[in-house]
């Protein structure tokens, strides 16, 4: 398991050069905000959003299509559900004939609009990758994970897009998507289980990101490190073999007369930390005392049985970490990747895409999205090539940025403010408390 995720790493830094050729390698394209659920875990329902419900158009799209021509994959989705849009076969319809023969065109769906009529559709028209999202297989889990949706429309989605794809002589990629959480966590056995006995190719495993504050309890993973937990983890276990707690840390490190046991605690963690420093490790003692081994057991334990199922099946799955990577690679910037929501505004990446805030670490993130140029004033080469989007391209890829949720002081004014300026590494590159390069979240790509 560890091994797979350590190999995709590698392949991304083997084409990071992607990000400065002359055109998109991948264009991610919102065709609309507008959606039949209402996902709790969705950016669109959290306080504060600026996200508002429109379809992109026709003529917006048309800005795009010089740039087809180079693309390696195309994926038609964004906040919304692309099934809403009625225009989407047709925009599948463009970019196939456009497209290089082994380009890839796909979308996520929540699937609860895919019947056989509209699976007949999307199979002639060229979608040759489609991803539901199931994040269960118990219906009770899959409607507190899905408000509105049903699982058995999921079921019905994929045998009607297998069914057509049969009909027609067309291979599909058939995947699911499952958002991880401490209260889904022990349904993916099952779902890679019925994944097996329904010809599904994929499946995608992503952590969930909160957006809302009561939300942060849920996520079933840590924020602190690889590296600082290993190192922490290390300190504890020395501490412990000298019979000292480091745990007691912020009951007495601020006791002005301490007990000789109370002064080791404190003398360990100053070593600590000097021994973290000197390695170039950031440690967020807080976080580092409050991380939950038991939950990362578990989860480990379920993504182990569901590796073992897909490997037995012969399902090519994608599980996230358990802890951001302190070696970070962001996928989006070294794949050549370009966002576009459905108003026409050009966009890096997820993370950066909309306004939204995200509440992790017991602080709150407000995100502003970075956008390079508009479809309506200029084509997407235009844009992609202009220097404003590839300055952003070249401060990513030198990861010259802090990662703000190991630094004891996190989040500063600096990051946590909407109105970003630059970072404490004098860094004008707004990604120091993204965790998408970290390699917890993953995505249809």
Known sequence: MDN????????????????????????????????????????????GNGIIDGDLSAETFSRIVPALARLDALVLNGIGEPLMHPQLEGFIETARREMPFLGSIGFQTNGQLIDRQRAESLVAAGADRICVSSDAVSPDIFRLM?????????????????????????????????????????????????????????????????YQAGMSD???????????????????????????????????FMKFHKTPEEEQVTNYVRKMIADATSKGIDL???NLLKCDEEMLNSVREAFAEADEIARASGIDLHLPALVPSRTRKCEFVANGSAFISWDGDVHPCYFLWHRYNCHLGGVVKCVQPEAFGNLAEQDMLSIWNGPKFRAFREGVSRYDFPFCYDCSVALCDYVQLADFTQDCYVSPVPCGACLWCTGLFRCLQ
């Not at 992607?18 to 950016?43: K, Q």
């Not at 079921?155 to 069914?163: D, F, G, K, P």
């Open 146 to 210: 899905r408000n509105g949706g049903n699982q058995k429309a999921v079921e019905n989605a994929v045998t009607q897009l297998h069914e057509a794809s049969v009909r027609q002589g067309r291979r599909v990629a058939l995947g699911l998507e499952f958002v991880v959480t401490k209260r889904n966590v022990r349904e993916l056995p099952r779902l890679l289980r019925w994944a097996a006995l329904n010809s599904v190719g994929f499946v995608i495993v992503t952590h969930m990101l909160p």
């Open 284 to 286: 967020n003692i807080d």
């Open 4 to 47: 797979r995720i350590q190999s995709e790493q590698q392949t991304v830094g083997d084409i990071e050069d992607r990000a400065f050729l002359p055109y998109p390698s991948r264009l991610f394209v919102e065709v609309t905000t507008r959606c039949n659920l209402r996902c709790a875990m969705c950016s669109k329902h959290s306080p």
């Open 218 to 252: 849920a996520v079933a993973f840590d924020i602190n490190t690889d590296s600082a937990l290993q190192h922490f983890r290390q300190w504890k276990d020395r501490a412990a073999a000298d019979g000292v707690d480091i745990e007691r840390y912020f009951d007495v």
